[in-house]
Structures are given as C-alpha cells and as structure tokens.
C-alpha cells in the first residue's frame, strides 16, 4: 500500500515550531523596541525614527508574526483533518 496523507503528529510538531519562531520574532522586536525607546536622543530626528520603528513593528513585523501563527493553525488543522481521514478507512 502506498502512503498517502501526511504524518499527523509530525505536522502538529512542526506547526508548534512555527508558531514558537513567532513569537521569538516577536519577542526580539519587543526588545529591540525596548532600545528603541531609551535612546538618549531628543529632537525631530529621533521622532521620526521612533514614529518609523512604530509603523515598522506594527506593519511588516506584525504581518509577518500574524503570517506565521496562520501558517502555523493551517498546518495544525491540516493535521486534524489527515487524523479525521485516517479514522474513516
């Protein structure tokens, strides 16, 4: 017979992987805005960096940490659905 389908569990691990290298991409953008916002820096110029850092971090960043956990719930509900199938034969 030949194997059709994925390995559930194995997909459920790497989904949880997924989700996990979110959040530490989340994680280091908290930190680095921590720095961000405790540059002895005064002026428009650091305004504009910091309103550019904030529009960074809540555009592409939060995009791309969004992108991950949905990656991560497709891949999870992928996983329940082989299990579903798996049960039916």
């Given at each position: 017979?030949?194997?059709?389908?994925?390995n559930?569990?194995e997909?459920?691990?790497?989904a949880?992987?997924?989700?996990e290298?979110?959040?530490?991409?989340?994680?280091?953008i908290?930190?680095s805005t921590?720095?961000?916002n405790?540059v002895?820096w005064?002026?428009?110029d650091?305004?504009?960096y910091?309103?550019d850092w904030n529009?960074f971090?809540s555009g592409?960043?939060?995009?791309?940490?969004e992108?991950?956990?949905?990656?991560?719930?497709?891949?999870?509900?992928?996983?329940e659905?082989?299990?579903?199938?798996?049960?039916?034969?």
């Amino acid at each position: 017979m030949t194997f059709k389908g994925m390995n559930p569990e194995e997909g459920r691990e790497v989904a949880t992987s997924i989700s996990e290298a979110g959040q530490q991409i989340l994680e280091a953008i908290d930190a680095s805005t921590s720095l961000v916002n405790t540059v002895e820096w005064i002026g428009p110029d650091y305004d504009a960096y910091q309103e550019d850092w904030n529009a960074f971090v809540s555009g592409p960043v939060a995009n791309l940490v969004e992108g991950f956990q949905r990656r991560s719930d497709e891949l999870g509900t992928h996983a329940e659905q082989q299990d579903a199938a798996s049960n039916q034969q």
